[in-house]
């Protein structure tokens, strides 16, 4: 599904070196994990996938099921089936959450030749989705993230997600900031989308988002690159001893 | 005192194309007083302070340029709505093209046909806001409106209308030259919704004086047209009585020179009085608002929304002063001027005002320049909206503030309907 080899990234700006040869490849219907120190690269590594301003690819690559990602602008990439839930999602004032959603869904679906979707069935669907994320109508009626909680923000991440149906999704720290009910409904929120054709790469830095997500392969990263990969007991093993130990090992 | 010498010849070459004023009935008077005061304080100059920045020579001047006839397939704007229809055809009245006049709880007459009367209700209006609202600040070429006006609307309210009446104006002659004078008057307890719409002239200088009696509502949504050449020149004078309300939004999209003015006068308790701008503009655009709100009674509230777009070039102009004299206790005033440029050769003047005599007031007032929001562009941009279509949502959003000031949600709706297509329509 997702395949990054030896990506290399530096700021645009400054001559200061991020990524330094990511090597990740995710098969579709598996959840992977990544966790690190923070300032590794893991928001960098999302960001750059998903095309935002600011960054210089200078070796690597990046493909989408074969299609080659870093070629495309974000809205392309988005069409293409991936997916960012954000760290910091953001507020955009004077654009209510329904019409942001009505509007994206309806892009996506023109840029792949598909039909647009009725008002009427869009409600349809957006409303049952909104339900299961206990997103009442009001936030659905308000500026988009505009004076959401730290928890409503991540929910309407994950109910984008759910609207937009991508193929590649990526979620980086959904978990931080959210209580253990919130965690609980955007888990199974992401568990719902669990799905052959689609594949996760859930960023984050505790073992207790992983147990309610159970991730296929986890990942560490380190100062720009992958330092070691395994299986959920190496989540056990951060969530226990911390980082050092890895660290060290692979140093 | 005397004018400063290439004042007073300006003035005098517009005053002598313009020829004599000629009136009989109850305006001879108030149109004599106001070349008087034309003739007093010269027309505006490009080194009057309150003229910074904006120069006035293109109204000013002897002869207006040529502006071509702009022509569209698009529906005129407020098409749809239920509305009387006033049409001026380079500020002449036509009476085969608009409706009857005639309609329950309204008054309509044509200033042309009225002021040869001895007698009639405009006359405490006429001239006498706009005369008022010469201080503190001069505004001659609202006095030169006064005494040269050649046509407009008197419009008294005695009940709650039940539609719209809707000026509509056309634009014929490539070398118009328009002065149109427009009076409301809305009796206590009426409500009236004006409208406005369409290129005028090649150059127009409008005034439109409202006296917005005690527990009386005036709406006011004007769309100055996409004739990109004209220059107009535009004054509203209005004063609200107790527990009135006064409502004007105008959308402006595209003109080399634009100045609208607007002097409002809260003189009874309560009042409100919201006056809201939202422009667009593109290259050699030039848009001018230039607000004055006094509160002169207690517990008024008023608040300015003035946004603008502009990109290639454009220039925004935001002058906005809010006065609370001594004794208007519990004023509530609120104005924010704003601007997105849309990039690095736009420019926007702001010059927000307050001037407070009253030591229990609370006002407000902000004044911003910005560029589209990167990071929600990109938001959008990961969720599959196109680079185009996100910065038009971003730049409607910025908007919004200035469109939620038109109470009537079809009339906010097709307002939003011609941004959005504007948008479209002079993308990067
Ligand atoms: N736009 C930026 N400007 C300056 N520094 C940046 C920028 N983006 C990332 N960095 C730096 O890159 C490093 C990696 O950051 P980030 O990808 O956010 O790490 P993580 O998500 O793993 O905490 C940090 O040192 C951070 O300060
Ligand atoms: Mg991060």
């Known amino acids: 599904m997702l395949e990054i080899k030896n990506l290399h990234v530096k700021l645009e700006e400054e001559d200061k070196q991020i990524l330094k040869g990511v090597d990740l490849t995710v098969e579709a219907g598996k959840v992977h994990a990544i966790m690190g120190p923070n300032g590794s690269g893991k928001s960098t590594l999302s960001y750059v996938l998903s095309g935002r301003d600011g960054y210089e690819v200078t070796d690597g690559e990046a493909a989408l099921e074969g299609e080659d990602l870093l070629d495309l602008e974000p809205e392309e990439r988005a069409a293409a089936g991936l997916f960012l839930a954000f760290q910091y999602p953001v507020e955009i004032p004077g654009v209510g959450n329904m019409t942001f959603l009505r509007t994206a869904v309806n892009a996506q679906r023109k840029a792949r030749g598909e039909e647009e979707l009725s008002a009427a069935d869009f409600l349809k669907v957006v409303r049952a989705k909104a339900k299961d994320l206990k997103i009442d109508a009001d936030m659905l009626k308000r500026p988009v993230n505009v004076g959401f909680s730290g928890g409503e923000k991540k929910r309407n991440e994950i109910l984008q997600m759910a609207m937009l149906e991508p193929k590649m999704c990526i979620l980086d720290e959904t978990d931080s900031g959210l209580d253990v009910d919130a965690m609980k409904l955007v888990a199974e929120g992401v568990n719902a989308l669990r799905d052959e054709g689609r594949a996760f790469l859930v960023i984050t830095h505790y073992q207790r988002l992983l147990d309610h997500i159970k991730p296929d392969v986890v990942h560490i990263m380190a100062d720009g690159r992958i330092v070691k990969t395994g299986g959920p007991e190496l989540a056990l093993e951060v969530e226990n001893n911390g980082y050092a130990d890895i660290l060290a090992e692979v140093a | ?322 006065l609370v004299k001594e004794g208007a206790q519990k004023t509530d005033g609120y104005q924010i001027s704003q601007s997105l440029l849309l990039d690095d050769d736009s420019q926007f003047l702001a010059k927000p005002e307050l001037e407070i ?72």
């Not at chain 2, 014929?172 to 427009?182: K, M």
């Not at chain 2, 009085?273 to 004055?292: P, Q």
């Not at chain 2, 007032?365 to 969720?383: N, Q």
């Open chain 2, 1 to 322: 005192m005397a004018l400063p010498q290439v004042k007073q010849d300006a003035t005098d070459a517009r005053l002598a194309a313009l020829g004599e004023v000629t009136a009989t009935g109850w305006s001879a008077k108030v149109r004599a007083d106001a070349l008087a005061r034309v003739r007093q304080m010269g027309l505006p100059g490009a080194r009057d302070e309150y003229w910074k920045y904006t120069n006035p020579a293109r109204l000013t001047s002897v002869e207006p340029q040529a502006a071509s006839l702009f022509e569209t397939d698009e529906s005129p704007v407020f098409g749809t709505v239920d509305r009387l229809r006033i049409i001026f055809v380079d500020g002449v009245f036509d009476a085969d093209a608009s409706d009857d006049l005639s309609l329950e709880g309204i008054e309509i007459s044509r200033l042309a046909e009225a002021q040869a009367a001895d007698i009639h209700w405009a006359k405490d209006v006429y001239g006498v806001l706009e005369a008022n609202g010469q201080t503190p600040v001069e505004r001659p070429l609202a006095a030169l409106n006064t005494a040269f006006a050649t046509d407009g609307v008197l419009i008294r309210v005695t009940g709650k209308v039940s539609k719209p009446v809707a000026l509509s104006y056309v634009h014929a002659n490539t070398q118009s030259d328009a002065i149109l004078h427009h009076v409301v008057k809305v009796e206590e307890g009426g409500e009236l919704t004006l409208l406005e719409n369409g290129p005028a002239a090649a150059r127009f200088n409008k005034v439109l004086e409202v006296e917005v009696a005690d527990r009386a509502a005036f709406h006011h949504v004007r769309a100055q047209g996409r004739d990109h050449e004209r220059q107009a020149v535009t004054h509203i004078f209005a004063r609200l009585g107790e527990e009135s309300l006064f409502k004007s939004f105008t959308l402006t999209a595209n003109g080399v020179m634009t100045r609208n003015e607007a002097v409002i006068e809260l003189t009874g308790d309560d009042a409100s009085a919201h006056i809201a701008g939202a422009c667009v503009g593109d290259g050699d655009f030039h848009h001018d608002d230039t607000v004055f709100i006094t509160h002169d009674a207690e517990r008024c509230e008023s608040r300015q929304v003035f946004k603008k777009v502009l990109r290639n070039g454009a220039t925004g102009v935001f002058q906005g002063k809010i």
């Open chain 2, 357 to 428: 005599y009253a030591d229990d007031v609370a006002c407000s007032h902000g004044s911003t320049s910005g560029a589209i929001d990167e990071e929600g562009l990109f938001y959008l941009r990961s969720r599959g909206v196109p680079k185009d279509d996100a910065t038009d949502m971003l730049t409607l959003a910025f908007l919004a503030e200035a469109l939620d000031e038109i109470a009537d949600e079809a009339l906010a709706e097709e307002i939003l309907d011609r941004m959005a297509g504007w948008l479209v329509r002079h993308r990067a």
